[in-house]
């Protein structure tokens, strides 16, 4: 899937191996493999078969938005955007659950 970033610092996460924008190195690396896991999948389906995902959509006020775990404590936010040229992913944060 195409992906488009809401915070640069997240495109530069993603991109440069020595940034780590303030999160600990597991973080880092999480949301990496996350990231590669996206771009490969063709839509959100493959993110439900993989359960150790968690992958969920969100209600209240996040609601139109979907999150996955990196770990225990933290999460992915994404937001999925149809378009005629396919879904988007757009990365929005990452979200400290606790």
Known sequence: MDVEFEDASLRR???DPGYTAGYDAA???AFRKRMQLIRASI???AFYAMKSLHYEK???NLDG???MRLNDQWRLLLRLRQ???GKTVVVISIADYH
Request: proline share 0%.
């Open 13 to 15: 996460l993603e991109a």
């Open 27 to 29: 973080i880092v690396k």
């Open 43 to 45: 839509d959100e389906r």
């Open 58 to 60: 969100l209600k209240g």
């Open 65 to 67: 938005h979907s999150s």
């Open 83 to 85: 378009d005629e040229d």
